[in-house]
């Protein structure tokens, strides 16, 4: 399956005259940025929000995210010039920046001390060579002028960051020639793009902004291979209500303490449970760190009948199981694991622990939390399966209004508890995040949780076409206006609340609108 191609914008589900002007916008912003230089063509990605299944992908359980109708959008020309100038039509905020190509296309390097989006669009070019180079394609890397717009908020929880680096890599591909790439292909080389910036991603975020389709959610499955699967849901009233919280969470500044930390716990905790097992060499050292993961160790417990990610029935006992060994083996230490501890559990020198664990990228921390990272990843991952349950069992041609009722309420249960275990085992959340998803089941919310990252970020509300103007007004009345008094309505609607059916993946945009 290619990444497609449209000569015009009605894949778009939002307001199609909105869109356009958008379009209209960016091009008048490129050719006051490029007096003389002509659009070739768009290209576009946009951005997610996970519906079940957070900090799971990175230990290759299977996720349920959706693309948004917000994306990252960006007008290339193509030229031969030795440079790649990026500029955006935020350029207060993302200045004009400017990349020389060399001969023999390197140069690429991330300057840690310098954090700027031209790092992020860096990331794009390494993938993007990579890949020409693989396919045996490589020549001179062609100069560019792009101008992007963006309307994912950053720091919402909405892979804002994952939406630009495959936007710019399918940019960048598209001017060296790469005219029909797989959604497979473009998900496989990105999933990586900002490891090269430090923030240790797992690949959901880049699947369900390459493979989303208009009213399809995604099941997104890592093991035998990475995959995207679409599927309608059996209520169609049911829509998604996203708001920013407005709690800033930068993954690239807060990454030492939340999201690779979490990575590097999740991976002691399976190298623990190794250790605890007797497994040995049962099991790959397939993290992204590479040590053991999660998924590895409840394939090797069950190694003459490994889950081959289709039987559900099968995946559920399994990780039921596994939750019962998490109680076993590690809940002996809640308070947390210091270094020693684990020294003497691994059998490691202090040199070997921090060598395996604690070189790849940078954390902090004062105990390492083993029983309650591995737990949240066993029951998250048992919720994902739960969802699909309830979904294979809800036919959509056959559902009456009790039906649709009573899917709601179960899916929004499942929510819901994600939503616990994030804040008290994973430890994502806040009183502030949680306070949001208090109110919003009081106003028509089936099921609130936070989605992405966390920390900050964006919640994800299950709801109604006829609830969720209540839901929104709801949260305006009891958190936006107490908590931001001096905000402006036009504002929260434009940016912090989002209202969205599953949307279009990425995509190349000619310029036969235009004309």
């Given at each position: 399956m290619s990444v497609p191609t449209f000569d015009d914008l009605s894949f778009y589900s939002n307001d199609q005259?909105?869109?356009?002007?958008?379009?209209?916008?960016?091009?008048?912003?490129?050719?006051?940025?490029?007096?003389n230089a002509s659009i070739d063509f768009f290209a576009r990605s946009p951005g997610r929000v996970n519906l079940i299944g957070d900090h799971i992908d990175y230990n290759f359980f299977p996720v349920l995210p959706m693309a948004i109708s917000n994306d990252v959008i960006v007008a290339a020309n193509v030229n031969d010039e030795p440079e790649i100038v990026i500029t955006n039509t935020d350029s207060k905020n993302f200045a004009k920046e400017t990349i020389p190509l060399t001969n023999n296309n390197d140069g690429f390097e991330i300057d840690s001390q310098h954090h700027s989006w031209a790092n992020y669009f860096k990331c794009a070019l390494i993938v993007a060579n990579n890949y020409l180079?693989?396919?045996?394609?490589?020549?001179?890397?062609?100069?560019?002028?792009?101008?992007?717009?963006?309307?994912?908020?950053?720091?919402?929880?909405?892979?804002?960051?994952?939406?630009?680096?495959?936007?710019?890599?399918?940019?960048?591909?598209?001017?060296?020639?790469?005219?029909?790439?797989?959604?497979?292909?473009?998900?496989?080389?990105?999933?990586?793009?900002?490891?090269?910036?430090?923030?240790?991603?797992?690949?959901?975020?880049?699947?369900?902004?390459?493979y989303g389709e208009p009213d399809k959610a995604l099941l997104i499955?890592?093991?035998?291979?990475?995959?995207?699967?679409?599927?309608?849901?059996?209520?169609?009233?049911?829509?998604?209500?996203?708001?920013?919280?407005?709690?800033?969470?930068?993954?690239?500044?807060?990454?030492?303490?939340?999201?690779?930390?979490?990575?590097?716990?999740?991976?002691?905790?399976?190298?623990?449970?190794?250790?605890k097992l007797n497994l040995g060499t049962l099991v790959p050292q397939d993290s992204n760190i590479g040590t053991s993961s999660l998924r590895g160790i409840m394939d090797a417990v069950f190694n003459t009948s490994k889950w081959d990610g289709n039987d559900i029935d099968v995946g559920i006992d399994q990780l039921k199981k596994m939750i019962d060994i998490v109680e076993t083996e590690l809940n002996n230490n809640q308070e947390g694991y210091t270094i020693d501890q684990c020294l003497t559990v691994l059998d490691l020198s202090l040199d070997e622990f921090k060598s395996?664990?604690?070189?790849?990228?940078?954390?902090?921390?004062?105990?390492?939390?083993?029983?309650?990272?591995?737990?949240?990843?066993?029951?998250?991952?048992?919720?994902?399966?739960?969802?699909?349950?309830?979904?294979?069992?809800?036919?959509?041609?056959?559902?009456?209004?009790?039906?649709?009722?009573?899917?709601?309420?179960?899916?929004?249960?499942?929510?819901?508890?994600?939503?616990?275990?994030?804040?008290?085992?994973?430890?994502?959340s806040n009183n502030k995040l949680n306070e949001i998803c208090s109110i919003a089941l009081q106003n028509g919310s089936y099921g609130s949780r936070i989605t992405g990252a966390g920390w900050g970020?964006?919640?994800?509300?299950?709801?109604?076409?006829?609830?969720?103007?209540?839901?929104?007004?709801?949260?305006?009345?009891?958190?936006?206006?107490?908590?931001?008094?001096?905000?402006?309505?036009?504002?929260?609607?434009?940016?912090?609340?989002?209202?969205?059916?599953?949307?279009?993946?990425?995509?190349?945009?000619?310029?036969?609108?235009?004309?």
């Open positions: 005259e909105l869109t356009k002007s958008r379009y209209l916008k960016l091009v008048e912003i490129f050719q006051s940025n490029f007096p180079t693989e396919q045996n394609l490589k020549n001179q890397l062609k100069g560019m002028k792009l101008t992007f717009d963006g309307n994912v908020p950053t720091g919402g929880g909405l892979s804002s960051s994952a939406a630009f680096c495959v936007a710019s890599t399918l940019a960048i591909l598209h001017a060296n020639g790469v005219k029909d790439i797989s959604k497979a292909d473009l998900t496989r080389i990105t999933v990586v793009c900002e490891h090269y910036v430090g923030v240790n991603t797992g690949g959901m975020d880049q699947c369900a902004s390459v499955q890592f093991k035998p291979k990475l995959i995207g699967k679409p599927f309608k849901f059996p209520v169609e009233n049911l829509t998604f209500v996203i708001t920013n919280s407005l709690q800033v969470s930068n993954k690239h500044e807060t990454a030492p303490i939340h999201y690779n930390l979490r990575v590097v716990e999740m991976a002691i905790a399976a190298d623990v449970l190794v250790k395996k664990y604690l070189q790849a990228y940078p954390v902090k921390f004062d105990v390492l939390k083993l029983y309650q990272r591995a737990k949240h990843v066993y029951q998250e991952s048992l919720r994902v399966l739960e969802t699909l349950k309830l979904l294979s069992t809800t036919q959509t041609s056959s559902t009456s209004k009790d039906d649709e009722e009573s899917f709601l309420v179960k899916f929004g249960e499942l929510m819901n508890q994600s939503q616990s275990d994030l804040d008290k085992l994973n430890e994502s970020g964006s919640i994800v509300h299950l709801t109604t076409l006829h609830k969720s103007k209540q839901l929104i007004q709801g949260l305006i009345k009891n958190y936006y206006q107490l908590e931001f008094p001096n905000i402006k309505l036009d504002e929260l609607l434009n940016d912090a609340i989002i209202d969205s059916k599953p949307s279009m993946g990425s995509c190349i945009v000619t310029t036969k609108f235009l004309q």
